[in-house]
């Protein structure tokens, strides 16, 4: 049986809800069932309460062994637990302590192997012992040499949408939460953290314990052990990172504590106690990970001047939207990223000013625009249809910048303070809750547009959720500062020497902007010119140097090969990879993205593998 939830829908007149795949007859007419069609598990019907996970990490053998124990209820008398597995060798179960059957079910594409239990109505607590596969999708080995230190070796998961069944069996959905405590034992050098109250100091015995006293969903599982230190930030807030890298961590990090105390003062407390980031070493395949208590990012934010610390903002944020509130299922993904992104951009905000942050919304705008350029019709609707698909398919700009768009349009509808007291109102009431989008747009008409026809026709709502590309309200800022950026990049194509254009107080946006509406390719004279008077090869601002690269590419710009090679071979970011190999190959490069990816592929997260093998084909 598939994950349902029942969800009442009132009379809404918003708009007709488009995608009702998940309507039954059966239902009543202000019913809708809702699926969540990418687990396996039976835990809406089985109560699953709690996890006690009892862990070794082996990095000899790449792998996880251990026991993962669910404390759970069965009112609905059901016969089996269902949990999801993927690519895992399941050893044992017990079954309140007495060794118990298992089935495992066969794999189904994307979804992995259905793991089942027998269960009797008074069953308290079901255990099974088990391995992780070598292609556990959530696991990022990393031989000392990928490291910053070179020493020591580190491994860190990403389980976000579908992976934490890689490494932990479990009910794999983000409407079930659960809390955790876990024994984590690995090499005594090195030091264990998890999305829970983490230590501070690596300890004699190689043992961690941690504990999760708040419900969240398996794709908040987070794991990453290495050689680690930390740094205190202020009284809540700290920073962890290897050795060689945690100084400028530190440094990058300053204002983090004013962050959360500036995401507060808008939509109300920090629930989860501490706030703390992992700057993870630099093969880690996105930006960031919002884990609980302890975010997850690549070190290609410390770029020494603090300028791209809204990627901080953004994983802070979804401790509001994702993480309190979460999408019910991935097709809903939109209210997690949407929302953060909004909200990401309300503090990068407040923390600097509107000129600034309009430029963020710009560059949005710009990447909207060539997402849809780049997508099916049906993959443009903020409602997703992932039926059949990876979650993963769903990781557009579209549930990102169309979705905050969106939201900004209601905020300039309403007025801001009316749309700040409305969302705070909803983190409140939906806290430690999941929303689909349909729940979400009753929401929105009880609480804010109150039925106000003139109103409901102005957002049209309809072709925003569920209608294809950018609908024709979207607001789009024209920042004041790209004015500036549009004419030195004028006058330097008609000709005017790059040293007497003044950059002198440009920040990242600027330079983004300067550079993405540059002709491609440019002529070597101009990429010369402009890598004399900059220094583009050699930029330490990671959006900076690969923007360039790729610019470089076009243009077949020779002298920014060698330092490209370097950033290919150590940064693993699917964001910075995927269009340098793109690019390669788009200008009969072949060879060139063919030996370069050859080189560095181990070094490259499985996930990131795979989309670069579909750029290369393999
Ligand atoms: N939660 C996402 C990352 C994610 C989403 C991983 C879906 C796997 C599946 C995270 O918050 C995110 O959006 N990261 C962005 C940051 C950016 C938008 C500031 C990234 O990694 O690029
Ligand atoms: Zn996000």
Known sequence: MKRIFLVCISAVGLCSCGNNATTQ??????????????????????????????IKVDFEKKQITGCATWDIENPHNQEVLKLDTYNMTIDSATVDGINSSLLMKG??????????????????????????????????????????????PFL??????????????????????????????????????????????TNDSGIYHFNMNIPIPAYLMALAVGDIRFRSIDERTGVYAEPTMIDKARYEFEDVGKMV??????????????????????????????????????????????????????????????????????????????????????????????????????LGYQDLEAEVADQKERDTWLKLDLKGHDPDDGLTDIPYEKGALFLRLIEDNVGREKFDAFLKKYFDEHAFKTITTEQFLTYLNDNLLKGDTTLINKLNIKAWVYGPGIPANCPRVQPERFKQVDSARTAFL????????????????????????MPKPLTLEQMKALDA???????????????????????????????MDIFLSRVGRRKFLEPLYKEMMQTHKEAMATSIYAKYKQNYHPLTQESIDKIVGK
């Open 494 to 517: 008609n000709g005017t020497s790059p040293k007497d254009i003044n950059t002198k107080n440009w920040s990242t946006n600027e330079w983004l902007h300067f550079m993405r509406k």
């Open 107 to 152: 794999e189904v594409p994307h979804l992995g192997e259905e793991l089942q239990i027998p269960i009797l109505p008074q069953t308290k607590k079901v255990a099974i012992y088990y391995k992780t596969g070598n292609k556990a999708r959530a696991l990022q080995w990393l031989d000392p040499q990928q490291t910053n230190g070179k020493k020591y």
């Open 25 to 54: 007859s059966n239902q009543t007419k202000d019913t809708v069932a809702v699926k969540d069609l990418h687990t396996q598990s039976n835990a809406d019907s089985v109560v699953v309460k709690h996890l006690d996970l009892d």
């Open 156 to 201: 860190y998961t990403q389980s976000e949408s579908i992976y934490a069944r890689s490494w932990i069996p479990c009910p794999d959905g983000p409407g079930i939460r659960f809390t955790y405590s876990a024994r984590v034992t690995v090499p005594k050098e090195l030091m264990a953290l998890m999305s829970a109250d983490n230590p501070q100091t």
């Open 261 to 362: 105390k500036t995401a507060e003062a808008l939509y109300g407390p920090y629930r989860w106690g501490r706030y703390d980031a992992i700057v993870l070493p630099p093969g880690f395949p996105i930006g960031g990970m919002e884990n609980p208590k302890l975010t997850f990012c690549t070190p290609t934010i410390i770029a020494g001047d603090r300028s791209l610390m809204n990627l901080i903002a953004h994983e802070l944020a979804h401790n509001w939207s994702g993480n309190l509130v979460t999408n019910a299922t991935w097709d809903d993904f939109w209210l997690n990223e949407g929302f953060t992104v909004y909200f990401e951009r309300r503090i990068t905000e407040a923390m600097t000013d509107k000129s600034y942050v309009d430029m963020l919304w710009e």
């Open 533 to 563: 008077a900059y220094h583009l090869t050699t930029s330490g601002n990671s959006e900076i140097a690969d923007l360039w690269y790729v610019m470089a590419v076009a243009a077949d710009y020779k002298e920014a090969y060698a330092a």
